[in-house]
């Protein structure tokens, strides 16, 4: 069965168009809400991808931190190794000047010294072995093992004249006293002849501290 249209071509034409006008307004609508859609999309990626950079900017500012803090472990690390070689090679990290400037403050204007020596010695220095404590005690006559370890120190060794024995263990007692000096001891006190008059010799000796 057909169905016969008796309105002019004109009216059949302009309804054509508007149909044709109708389809083309819904695709521009698809098209619109297809790209708002896509626009959404993209705009969480970007959103995504900024913060993404933040957390890697963040995370190349911490690794450059770590860097600058390695090179300065590094530094003070070869700081350390240079003055452990001075501790095992000299003994002591103090220099003469600071040696003959703390003596200038303990010595006694009664005082004076004729020598002063200055020198790295070989010393041993008892160890007791790891986990002694721990472990319990025998009830044999076995005896306690201790190592002996060999280190350098620096031994000064000097010799002065002073009025009386009292002005010199005033400057030992002042010297055991010092920052520098540790270990202090007499190697000998005897009359002696200076200038003409009655005077007593002595000779000490001690170690530099560390």
Known sequence: MY????????I?????????LRRQAVLMAVCAAGLAVLAIVNQGRVQMAQAHLRSLTDKTANVERQLAE???????QADLLVKQRIDDELGSRVNALEIM?????????????????VEAVETKVPV??????AQPKRKDKGREQARDMTVRRVRLEFTGVAPGDVDIANFIAQLSAG??????SMVYARNSDFRGQSAREFQAGCF???
């Open 70 to 76: 390695r090179a300065k472990l590094e530094a003070q």
């Open 3 to 10: 169905t016969t249209d008796f309105l002019p071509e004109r």
């Open 128 to 133: 007791s072995p790891a986990g002694d404590k």
């Open 208 to 210: 530099l501290v560390k």
């Open 101 to 117: 400037a703390e003596l200038e403050r303990i010595l006694p204007r009664s005082i004076f010294l004729t020598s002063l020596n």
């Open 179 to 184: 920052r520098l000096f540790e270990d202090v």
């Open 12 to 20: 059949r034409s302009r309804r054509t168009r508007r149909q044709a």
